[in-house]
T-cell receptor, first 114, second 114 residues
Framework: KAGVTQTPRYLIKTRGQQVTLSCSPI?????VSWYQQTPGQGLQFLFE???????NKGNFPGRFSGRQFSNSRSEMNVSTLELGDSALYLC?????????????FGDGTRLSIL | SQQGEEDPQALSIQEGENATMNCSYK?????LQWYRQNSGRGLVHLIL?????REKHSGRLRVTLDTSKKSSSLLITASRAADTASYFC??????????????FGKGTKLSVIP
């Protein structure tokens, strides 16, 4: 089975722009979660989607949004980019939203804001 | 906010030695998970231990959980250079509105010297 695929792997943007990141989960996985990883704050939960519905949301401003499509693929969007948004954005999938299922992570998108 | 806190922040050992990493958390949990992250890559799930379990093994890995002390430990026996990575504990806990959230600590950076 192919793993979680995130595109692009690297992205450079400037302040004020917006960006869309893509995530294809493992085949058959219906839950997709997004995380932001920075050296200062570590790994922080952004949101989780299941069956095209946002099921859970972390403590991030409204500039961060996401969606999930009927094939379980997910996108996250960040508008009005700020320098502090520079981070590794990780997507993770699992079959259902069962608490006792581990997350399977992609290799992330490295976003750099100039 | 960080739920789990790993200790130590960094650990350097010789190949063949055992490595022990600890994790403390603050609230009641549903389960605790350990992940490994190689530089520039995504996280790889190692072990999930449920709140009613005390110990779990997987190959050279041993995880213990003490819910009375709100702490867990990860032991890697007979370490190899390939074990060099950052190790994160993550706790899944109830976050309200029928949802559970996975919260990560800041990790322990393990270096295994050949």
């Amino acid at each position: 089975k192919a793993g979680v695929t995130q595109t692009p792997r690297y992205l450079i943007k400037t302040r004020g722009q917006q960006v869309t990141l893509s995530c294809s989960p493992i085949s058959g996985h219906r839950s997709v979660s997004w995380y932001q990883q920075t050296p200062g704050q570590g790994l922080q939960f952004l949101f989780e989607y299941f069956s095209e519905t946002q099921r859970n949301k972390g403590n991030f401003p409204g500039r961060f949004s996401g969606r999930q499509f009927s094939n379980s693929r997910s996108e996250m969007n960040v508008s009005t980019l700020e320098l502090g948004d520079s981070a590794l954005y990780l997507c993770a999938s699992r079959p259902q939203t069962d608490s006792n299922q581990p997350q399977h992570f992609g290799d992330g998108t490295r976003l750099s804001i100039l | 906010s960080q739920q789990g806190e790993e200790d130590p922040q960094a650990l350097s050992i010789q190949e063949g030695e055992n490595a022990t990493m600890n994790c403390s958390y603050k609230t009641s949990i549903n389960n605790l998970q350990w992940y490994r992250q190689n530089s520039g890559r995504g996280l790889v799930h190692l072990i999930l231990i449920r709140s009613n379990e005390r110990e779990k093994h997987s190959g050279r890995l041993r995880v213990t959980l003490d819910t009375s002390k709100k702490s867990s430990s990860l032991l890697i026996t007979a370490s190899r250079a390939a074990d060099t990575a950052s190790y994160f504990c993550a706790t899944r806990a109830y976050s309200g509105a029928g949802s559970y959230q996975l919260t990560f600590g800041k990790g322990t950076k393990l270096s295994v010297i050949p």
